[in-house]
């Protein structure tokens, strides 16, 4: 698969402030890529820079193998939906699509053509002639997909498009967002800081903090096998225990010691988050246990513990409860309220938690 | 079926009553404006209809005879056999006032739009700073302003003894007593006036719609033509009244600046009422001042009444 951007050792400081720390990557063609971080993480000047409304202070942007740094916004073939869609006011929906086409030249009825299309994919064919302040945020998000993608770009870039949306709308918009991505097979960046959203479209995703790339890699891979504890915090819950990592080294079997009251062995293929470069000597890290991990009075896991239900938050799909262990540590567990095994547990209910060694990783600090 | 026939005069009576006693309420609770309204607006213009209506004194004021002879003395005058010929005398300083206001206006429009762009995209205590010194000429009377300019265009003014002294120019003709002159103290005069709105409307601008459309491969001019400036539009028509209206009527500049060579309606008006006491004549010339500038607001008021939309994208 080829690649779509490529963007090689970019930096960007605003004074003293160090916006973007010597990034690298590489988008492929075709890809829901998503840019995924907290405010302030220089998510939305990357995606600013590849638009060309901002420079790197160091460091290439290439589209297709070709370096654009040098060229402004309205020469990139690139095309941006802003948070607040940005739709000119003054014009209606139709001149508001048949705007870029405008600008690149194409003729009247190849325009007009392509607007229909547009409003057709959006499925805002009726509205063609309204004013943009006649339409809803979820339309007007319409609108400025249509718009931008009008003009048939390489890439589309996305910043936080849906985060002006309520939460209904937001979940639909997320379906069609992805939907729309597969037919037109346009590469997509998407920049959020909403882990769920991030988690249900992306092919891949970019988890940026500080200014540096925490992790790139698949949802799956990043929830399950996070690469360090900012990730492992920032994507979902998990439980965090300090622990002793007691004997480590090549191929042998990670031993840590828990405040759980029980060691550990663990295979260190799976550990990806640890450092294996600090060998032979104990130190401490991190552990990182997920809620949904932790079973509630089942038999046959690895690590069976007993506590007390301290807490019990009703979900709906998912009842979450805060157990406090014999030993005085407080997990959180989230359980799946079945059709068929439909139990709920009261508070100061004492209980048997159990999980598998496999789910348990172990980051360094 | 009676019983609640008469529930309903009642409630009707009930509501009715209250109602009366609130719209008379509301009519002596607006009193003042209406008062203000009648006392400085109606009544002083009733007076301007009334006095250009009527026969001018020649000793100054005027005799309570109904006469339209002094609407007639802007278009025509007798001649010695008493015959009405047309006279372009007046015709040409209401042109000159109509054509001169324009001008202000639209060379005002040019230089004030790249000025308030640019103090829109300043930072705030900049911002602050440049539309302090927009206004700062304010704080100064309007006379020694405008007789700034008599010094600056004079024979051996600033100007001509700079250029002389860098040798540009020996011995140039009298900046003064003409047109240019005018136009050049009614610029300076009022373009604060067209500034300050149109930073307005730029300053509400969202900077993404200008981004958006570079996007969406717009050139820098096409993006000013096709959506700063239409969106702008609200701004640009307010600043072009506020310049337009008042250089109908101004006094000082063809007073200082064209020299009473060359007039224009307003102190043509002043003149009536001070040096050839023809109050009459200067009334009606009044009401037809005052008749252009309504027929103009009247024009942009209806084109404004389509719909436009302001501001930024919600």
Not at chain 1, 39 to 65: D, W, Y
Not at chain 1, 270 to 277: D, I, R, Y
Not at chain 2, 34 to 49: A, E, K, R, T
Not at chain 2, 82 to 105: E, H, K, V
């Amino acid at each position: 698969m080829s690649i779509a951007i490529k963007i090689n050792n970019i930096s960007k400081s605003y004074g003293s402030y160090q916006a973007l720390n010597n990034i690298s990557l590489e988008i492929k063609d075709n890809e829901f890529f998503t840019l995924l971080g907290p405010s302030g993480c220089g998510k939305t000047t990357l995606l600013r820079m590849i638009a060309g409304f901002e420079t790197p202070n160091a460091g290439v942007i290439q589209l297709h193998g070709d370096d654009i740094q040098s060229l402004a916004a309205h020469k990139r073939r690139v095309n941006t939906v802003f948070q607040n869609y940005a739709l000119f006011p003054h014009m209606s929906l139709e001149q508001n699509i048949a705007f870029g086409l405008e600008m690149i030249g194409w003729g009247k009825d190849r325009i007009q053509a392509r607007v229909d299309e547009m409003l057709n994919l959006v499925h805002m064919t009726q509205f063609a002639k309204r004013m943009p302040s006649a339409l809803s945020g979820g339309q007007q998000q319409r609108i400025a997909l249509a718009r931008t993608l009008a003009p048939e770009p390489k890439v589309l870039l996305l910043d936080e498009p849906l985060s002006a949306l309520d939460l209904k709308l937001r979940q639909a918009m997320r379906d069609e967002l992805q939907q729309l991505q597969r037919n037109t097979g346009i590469t997509f960046i998407f920049v959020t800081h909403d882990q769920e959203e991030a988690l249900a479209m992306s092919d891949r995703i970019c988890i940026l903090a500080n200014g540096d790339i925490q992790q790139l890699s698949t949802p799956a891979e990043i929830y399950e096998n996070p690469a360090n504890k900012f990730v492992a915090d920032f994507i979902g819950e998990t439980n965090f225990l300090n622990v002793d990592v007691i004997n480590k080294g090549k191929d042998q079997p990670l031993k840590v010691k828990t405040p759980l009251g029980v060691d550990l062995e663990l295979d260190p293929s799976t550990q990806a988050g640890f450092n294996a470069l600090i060998e032979n000597q104990s130190c401490h890290a991190t552990l990182s246990l997920r809620p949904e991990k932790i079973s509630i009075n089942s038999d046959g896991l690895d690590i069976n513990l007993e506590g007390r239900i301290t807490q019990r938050t009703y979900m709906g799909g998912y009842t979450h409860y805060t157990v406090h262990t014999e030993q005085g540590q407080n997990l959180k567990v989230s359980k799946r309220n079945h059709i068929s095994n439909n139990i709920s547990y009261g508070i100061n209910e004492m209980v048997k938690i159990g999980f598998l060694q496999s789910s348990v990783r172990v980051l360094t600090q | 079926m009676n019983q609640i026939i008469n529930n309903a005069h009642k409630q009707n009576a009930s509501i009715n009553k209250p109602f009366n006693l609130r719209l008379s309420w509301n009519l002596i609770g607006l009193m003042p404006a209406y008062l203000v309204m009648f006392f400085l607006m109606i009544i002083p213009l009733g007076i301007i209809f009334y006095v250009s209506m009527m026969t001018s004194d020649p000793y100054g004021g005027y005799e309570a005879i109904f006469s339209l002879e002094s609407y007639q003395q802007i278009l025509f005058t007798y001649d010695w056999d008493d015959n009405l010929n047309l006279n372009f005398q007046y015709l040409i300083i209401i042109a000159r006032t109509l054509l001169l206001a324009s001008a202000t206006a639209i060379i005002c429009l040019l230089i004030s739009f790249p000025v308030a762009y640019f103090i829109s995209r300043q930072s705030n205590s900049t911002k602050a700073l440049l539309l302090y010194l927009i206004t700062l000429p304010f704080w100064v009377s309007m006379v020694i302003r405008v007789y700034a300019w008599v010094l600056i265009l004079s024979n051996d003014g600033v100007l001509e003894s700079s250029l002389t002294f860098l040798g540009l120019t020996s011995g140039m003709d009298s900046l003064l007593y003409n047109n240019n002159a005018m136009l050049v103290g009614m610029v300076y005069s009022y373009i604060p006036l067209m500034i300050l709105p149109i930073y307005a409307s730029i300053e509400k601008l969202d900077a993404r719609l200008t981004e958006a459309a570079s996007d969406l491969y717009s050139t820098r001019l096409s993006t000013l033509t096709k959506i700063i400036l239409p969106l702008c539009k609200p701004g640009i028509v307010a600043g072009f009244i506020l310049v337009f209206v008042p250089c109908l009527g101004t006094v000082l500049e063809p007073m200082l600046l064209g020299g009473g060579k060359t007039m224009m309606m307003g102190n043509l008006i002043q003149n009536q009422f001070s040096i050839a006491r023809n109050w009459s004549f200067g009334a009606s010339l009044a009401v037809v001042l005052l008749i252009i500038v309504m027929l103009f607001l009247m024009w942009n008021a209806r084109k404004s009444s389509r719909p436009i939309v302001e501001g930024s994208a919600v």
